[in-house]
């Protein structure tokens, strides 16, 4: 992975820039020794790693705004992190940046159920907002699968979404108002309780720039009551084609699903062998989950398996009661780990529209033998959000690469196919070369020239999602 | 005047590049915005690219009049949720309101509350820019977090940062039956305790108004499978039976006219758009007496008319909020912004209009 060079001048002033920054921050907030910095020279992409000039943790949007101040008084890069899961190195620093980590704000500011919003800190990890809420049964409903670790400061970052939004939305269909900083330090309150903000809809372009705007340090987050009961229907098909032509035969009926995952026959045997869910062995599995009152849910199960039924299924199982619930949702739900189990794995992010579904899994098939590499496929069928999980082996040389190129092949089909390089992961350095597949020069000039707007010095996060050859003049001129 | 109407987006490019002076760039034409300078108009940008009904999504030109999208997706029992306003009695325009001119202005309907605002069904873009570049973003899939979302930048930037000229957009199934809660005589207070107490409960309200006057109505809208309705407007009934005596209706067209302000239709003066907190928005309405208005949203959205010579935004002043003047004159349009985030404004206009002339002045 290419990274700009550190530049050695902000390397030589290290020393001056911790003295600058223990006028700010407490001692225990700066992390400077070399071994400490350790701790965050990579987030959950960890196949790259690069330690920072340092680390500080600021617990108030004002240390934030004086540590920013010194920063770009000072010509340092910074790299925002949240939490540090992000999958496509969002918060990979390089040697010549501080990382500013909100980790130790995360505090709730005022829930207000009557307004049914709360306002936090963005530090807050994105479970523990629906935690805070849980005693008057509402909840935060974007659930990316980190959700126990990952901070709203990340969610913000990457608009990330989760099994859920087909009905709910992802993060910006949720996120009414924040408190941002800006690089040069000054403060900006964007939004707020009320549902929409005036003027430019500058919160919606904050939610998604991957921390290349501004450090958003509170957050105001719409919330819902919970529903009354959710239940699954696990249907099996003997093909990926029939499977798909349910998916949208459900969605046209009029049934908004909460969520319908879709596993293939890989995907479905590697879960089965690790969770031993009771899966059929067939080609392709759906699990649809709806909502409401057990009348209701019954009402749509029966229109779903209606539909199902004239699509021939080898099989369709209803949870009669929790237990069955959450053994159809077991397998699903421990895709990630019995993958982990067999081999390293790279999970892909790429969404495509719900029609070329047959064929986009048919190519990736023909791809997997040219690679020589498996693919398990598991997705969000109901948004066309795949997540291609490539299988590879860490310790065998070139694997890594092989899986690389393999991933790249994948995503340009999904472009190809109508579709984006990245659902709910972001771009992050991952994806960051392939972005002129699914932009022109053109189209992502008109998004540089919003960092210009919002970061004219382009110090903060400088070497995320756009390729290095496009933005180095820009770079290289701050 | 004369006006242009450019019949492809490599014309319209054309002609943005080429312009000397000024535009006036229009969708329908119906949201009575004043404008000065050459006049252009998406008419001649109509039409649908992709419907894929099982997919939930359409791509348009921006010219396409809302109608004929509305027409089309009642064909698939769809329809675009977030229910556009037809302004056109409202303001006293003429004209056919163009999906272009919808995510322009960004006006969100009655749904807002359940479905998201306008700019949330937006899934992509095509767009010129004030320098007369063809700019694409986003795409036709609902998740996309590819690059940054110009896609709501562009949301009600009423064309003062560039030209939409195709929007890919996420459409909904359409109810197959509608309920309504109607409460008679609650105050404003009384109103939006219940409106609240309605929304957030876990029967999926999808519209609360409140109506003012000599006699007071409050309603509230549930949306699904009859019985499911029949269910929860039960469920509600008992939850909100403080609120005294209510009536339940079913398949009433009354929210045809929240969706259209009909209540300020006849009331004579300016009319203003306000966007606060629910809980605020009782003492706002008590410190504007309007001589008509509604409340939307739950209370979030209060239309006010007042006379030419009051300014709404005192009333907000103090609360969190904005306040937009609609119809008439004496006031700036649009809310003024703090001065950090128009520093951040200007600058982005400064980038996608480097001259200055896509609706100049329209926002400020």
Known sequence: MEMPRPDPAVLARKAQLVSRLRTILADDAIIHDEMETRAYECDALTAYKCPPLLAVLPSTTQEVSDVLRVCHDMNVPVVPRGSGTSLAGGALPTADSVILGVARMNDVLETDYPNRVIRVQTGRTNLSVSGAVEEEEFFYAPDPSSQLACAIAGNIAMNSGGAHCLKYGVTTNNLLGVTMVLMDGTVVELGGAHLDAGGLDLLGVICGSEGQLGVVTEATLRILHKPEGARPVLIGFDSNEVAGACVSDIIKSGILPVAIEFMDRPCIRACEAFAKAGYPDCEALLIVEVEGSEAEIAFQLDKIKEIANRHNPVELREAQDADQAARIWLGRKSAFGAMGQINDYMCLDGTIPVSSLPFVLRRIGELSQKFGLEVANVFHAGDGNMHPLILFDANKPGDLETCEAFGAEILKLCVEAGGCLTGEHGVGVEKRDLMLHQYTAGDLDAQLAVKDAFDPRWLLNPAKVFPLAVTEARRVAA | ?364
């Not at chain 2, 103090?318 to 520093?343: I, N």
């Open chain 2, 1 to 364: 005047m004369k006006m242009i109407c450019p019949k492809s987006e490599a014309a319209l490019a054309e002609f943005v590049a080429g312009a000397d002076g000024p535009l006036a760039v229009t969708g329908g034409g119906t949201q009575g915005v004043a404008l000065s300078g050459a006049r252009v108009s998406l008419c001649g940008l109509s039409g649908v690219e992709l419907y894929e009904p099982g997919a939930l999504t359409l791509v348009v030109q921006s010219g396409t009049p809302v109608a004929k999208i509305e027409a089309l997706l009642a064909k698939e029992n769809q329809q675009l949720a977030f229910e556009p306003r037809d302004m056109r009695v409202l303001i006293g325009t003429q004209g056919d309101p163009t999906i272009g001119g919808v995510f322009a202005t960004n006006l969100s309907g009655p749904r807002r509350i359940q479905a998201g605002a306008t700019r949330d069904s937006l899934l992509g873009v095509r767009y010129v820019d004030g320098a007369g570049q063809c700019v694409k973003n986003g795409g036709r899939v609902m998740k996309n977090v590819t690059g940054y979302d110009l896609v709501k930048l562009m949301a009600g930037s009423y064309g003062t940062l560039g030209i939409l000229t195709e929007v890919a957009l996420k459409v909904l199934p359409r109810p197959e039956t509608v309920g309504t809660l109607r409460f008679v005589g609650l105050t404003p207070v009384q109103a939006v305790a219940a409106m609240s107490k309605a929304l957030g409960s876990p029967y999926d309200v999808t519209g609360a108004a409140h109506i003012p006057g000599t006699e007071p109505v409050t309603l509230i809208r549930l949306e699904g499978f009859e019985a499911s309705v029949q269910y929860r407007i039960a469920e509600l009934h008992a939850v909100l039976a403080e609120f005294g005596e209510v009536h339940a209706e079913m398949g009433t067209d009354v929210w045809r006219d929240v969706r259209d302000v009909k209540p300020l239709h006849a009331a004579s003066g300016n009319i203003w758009r306000i966007s606060v907190k629910p809980s605020d928005a009782p003492e706002v309405l008590a410190q504007l007496e309007p001589e008509a208005a509604m409340m939307d949203w739950g209370g979030g959205l209060i239309w006010a008319a007042l006379p030419e010579s009051q300014d709404a935004r005192l009333a907000v002043e103090g609360v969190a909020g904005h306040a937009t003047l609609l119809r008439g004159d004496g006031f700036p349009r649009f809310h003024p912004e703090s001065a950090p985030v128009a520093k951040l404004a200007n600058r982005l206009r400064a980038k996608f209009d480097p001259r200055g002339i896509l609706n100049p002045g329209l926002m400020r």
